[in-house]
């Protein structure tokens, strides 16, 4: 596969080198041309978001350039695949999720790379899921939620993620009714779906937030272990009696075998725009804030969940 499909001519010949704001340690040379952040998920979303939001500060503080471009498909394991793909110099980072590393290879026949078949600079931030509906729908949690999927013979919700599809799969088998997901090309797209009234509701990890403080929409259940400040009145699945969590990180990732130097550049440079006031912003009206677990902190993460997800779906 061909690297950097996305840069015209003139950024691959962009001069660098002038005096950055904040510098990261990089090897001597590097970088020589435009860096190319690629997101797993479609334009619009979260994970969108940050990247570009990074990128931007970034840019500012090392003087570098980088390319934002997306490449969805299948929970962002079509970014995944592709990267295996890319040669390993520091030019080509893929933005996607945990969960694209921890659970799309066990429960995914198609998915032909595991999570050791790259490196992990950083993380940006903890994703939050929740299920949310339109303020307008008959229902206002849970439990009501439940009710209308009984009364109505089944309810859709759609998704972003194959582990979101088990979980609404769980959820259903739980209280006995008939929930279908509805995968969709990215969290933005799984959004539009449930307020066009495509669907009776979505499982969103940061876009749904900006919906709900308009009072277009509301949380019926958060997904995670604790409830969360925009939404403090919506119950956690464990407070319903699910054993069920969603939880997952926004995450980066390069081809394994980056030189090690290169590697701590990026991780520096990453982190340091994670600590800028444009990303303090985006966190903000995230109504989350950054987390960067570094690479061993990823790994340990990453490390955990894939053995978790590679017993459950081999059961």
Known sequence: MTRHLT???????????????A??????????????FVVGYAAGGGTDAIARRLASEIEQQQDWTIVVSNRP????DVLMTALTDEEPDGYFLGVSSTNAVTIDPAANEGVDYTWEDFDYPATAMEVIFGLVALESAPYDDLEEFIDYARENGRATISTSAIHLEN????????YGVTLIPVPGGGASDAL??????HVDATIQGSQHIQQIQAGNMVQLATLTNKRVPYAPDAKTLTEYGLDVVAGAHVLFALPKGVDPAIRTCLQQAIDEGMQSEGYAALMKNFNNEALNL???GAVAFIKKGAEYYDALYSE
């Open 294 to 296: 570094g690479p061993e």
């Open 73 to 76: 498909g299948a929970g962002g």
């Open 7 to 21: 840069m015209t001519a003139a950024l691959c010949s962009a001069a660098m080198g002038a005096t950055a704001v």
């Open 23 to 36: 510098a990261a340690e990089c090897p001597e040379g590097y970088p020589s041309e435009p860096i190319e």
């Open 167 to 174: 979980v609404v799969r769980q959820i259903g088998e739980h």
């Open 192 to 197: 539009q779906s449930a307020l066009g009234g």
